[in-house]
């Protein structure tokens, strides 16, 4: 039984794989879900519960602070996590925003838990960030807002 099979708990298992290192991508999920008659709207709530608490569950693992299975088990290097130290210093927790971002969303989520970056402003401006990306995805895939 696949993702789409299961509907929006499926969504929200996909979605949760797809914020933490597991190379996998919801928008498949989400769009075959949606082109198959679910709510778009629903879909997004979704998306963005499961993909927020994957953000943070790597966020948890990031605070751990054991560089040692980071790169172990996320195969983040500790190089990368250093060029992120520079930038959370210039821009602050916020920059948990862009954990939405391919290729580089697992580590900004690590990164703040390891660079201890406060709690509530990730949660928030990561919640944000994955809430765009599925609004965004829905209307670039062309779905008609119910």
Known sequence: MGFVELGYLGLFIAAFLAATVVPFSSEVVFSALVYNGLDPWKAVFVATAGNWLGGMSCYYLGRLGKIEWI????????????????????????????????????????????????????????????????????????????
């Open 71 to 146: 790169e172990k088990y996320l195969k983040i290097k500790k190089e990368k996590l250093d060029k992120f130290f520079a930038k959370f210093h210039k821009y602050g927790d916020w920059f948990a925003f862009f954990s939405f971002l391919p290729g580089i969303g697992d580590g900004i989520a690590v990164a703040s838990g390891f660079f201890r970056c406060n709690f509530w402003i990730v949660a928030i401006s990561m919640l944000l960030g994955k809430f765009v990306r599925y609004i965004i995805w829905m209307y670039s895939s062309g779905y008609l807002l119910s």
